[in-house]
T-cell receptor
Framework: DTEVTQTPKHLVMGMTNKKSLKCEQH?????MYWYKQKAKKPPELMFV???????INESVPSRFSPECPNSSLLNLHLHALQPEDSALYLC?????????????FGPGTRLTVT | AQKVTQAQTEISVVEKEDVTLDCVYE???????LFWYKQPPSGELVFLIR??????QNEISGRYSWNFQKSTSSFNFTITASQVVDSAVYFC?????????????FGGGTRLMVKP
């Protein structure tokens, strides 16, 4: 089963709110990723976790805070976001963080910041 | 730095037509991996294929086929007898063989519209 789940599917939040996005996989994958995708653009990598440790942070603003509580779960905590942060946030996982492993993506959370 | 170019931003075909999506990549590395992903309107990226730089054998999977040519740095994707369900955005992506994690460089995507 190549399934990555994400909740919520849609989220509307104000600039002063705190919210969290959740991602889960039960494929035994040890690498998990957060991507941001704006309309009509390809996904942009934000964070990579390998064996529950943050291995890559693509210079993402601190208002985005990732967390990997265990090998199956990945969270993205949001605080004091800006309207330009409105986008589709995609989670992905792969067997390991090596380049030969394909990534499996979740359906995404469509975030609107008002 | 690596780069992936998908020159076709939008393609429109009528059902049952064949269609080829182009992908051209740039890298100085000799070991790399190429991918195709499909993104339907629902938003989820669906993995279609992975190719490593040492395997130039073309692949066929049902109505889908891929043509990898290192001489022209291209990894093109053909859908035979297209169907309405093939309507989606298709991304070609490249990753390098290093320890910096599985970082995909995506092309800009090609939006395919298959009309009945």
């Amino acid at each position: 089963d190549t399934e990555v789940t994400q909740t919520p599917k849609h989220l509307v939040m104000g600039m002063t709110n705190k919210k969290s996005l959740k991602c889960e996989q039960h494929m035994g994958h040890r690498a998990m990723y957060w991507y941001k995708q704006k309309a009509k653009k390809p996904p942009e990598l934000m964070f990579v976790y390998s064996y529950e440790k943050l291995s890559i942070n693509e210079s993402v603003p601190s208002r985005f805070s990732p967390e990997c509580p265990n090998s199956s779960l990945l969270n993205l905590h949001l605080h004091a976001l800006q309207p330009e942060d409105s986008a589709l946030y995609l989670c992905a996982s792969s067997l390991k963080a090596g380049t030969s492993y394909e990534q499996y993506f979740g359906p995404g959370t469509r975030l609107t910041v008002t | 730095a690596q780069k992936v170019t998908q020159a076709q931003t939008e393609i429109s075909v009528v059902e049952k037509e064949d269609v080829t999506l182009d992908c051209v990549y740039e890298t100085r590395d000799t070991t790399y991996y190429l991918f195709w992903y499909k993104q339907p309107p629902s938003g989820e990226l669906v993995f279609l294929i992975r190719r490593n730089s040492f395997d130039e054998q073309n692949e066929i999977s049902g109505r889908y086929s891929w043509n990898f040519q290192k001489s022209t740095s291209s990894f093109n994707f053909t859908i035979t007898a297209s169907q309405v369900v093939d309507s989606a955005v298709y991304f070609c992506a490249l990753s390098l063989d290093n320890n910096a994690g599985n970082m995909l460089t995506f092309g800009g995507g090609t939006r395919l519209m298959v009309k009945p």
